[in-house]
């Protein structure tokens, strides 16, 4: 069982950073596609950012509404990604979630979520 859990949520004003973690159980971070969705009140689960294993090359993308302000990255040694959030708009309010993908034998799991407030 994979155990996915997120941290670094908060209230930050517009123009202002954040930095998300999502600690991993295991040494799957770099074995695994990780990911960051977002979802707000009413809305469906958007991804945000991907960084792909290294067997499927670690390549990072990133979503257009966020592309330029949002990096994802991963610590293999730490077993940790995390998704960096710079110039935070209202619209970036949502609850933010870690997932990780198991393509090799297939699976996916989830973290319990990070609230994001943005104020205008």
């Known amino acids: 069982q994979v155990l996915l859990v997120e941290s670094g949520g908060g209230l930050v004003q517009a123009g202002g950073s954040l930095r998300l973690s999502c600690a991993a159980s295991?040494?799957?971070?770099?074995?695994?596609?990780m990911a960051w969705y977002r979802q707000a009140p009413g809305k469906s689960r958007e991804q945000v950012a991907t960084?792909?294993?290294?067997?499927?090359?670690?390549?990072?993308f990133i979503a257009n509404s966020v592309k330029g302000r949002f990096t994802i990255t991963r610590d293999n040694n730490k077993n940790a990604v995390y998704l960096q959030m710079n110039n935070l708009k209202p619209e970036d309010t949502a609850m933010y979630y870690c997932?990780?993908?198991?393509?090799?034998?297939?699976?996916?799991?989830w973290g319990q979520g990070t609230q994001v407030t943005v104020s205008s």
């Open positions: 997932n990780a993908v198991d393509h090799a034998r297939g699976g996916a799991y």
């Open positions: 295991g040494s799957i971070v770099s074995m695994y596609d």
């Open positions: 960084i792909t294993s290294n067997n499927r090359g670690g390549t990072a």
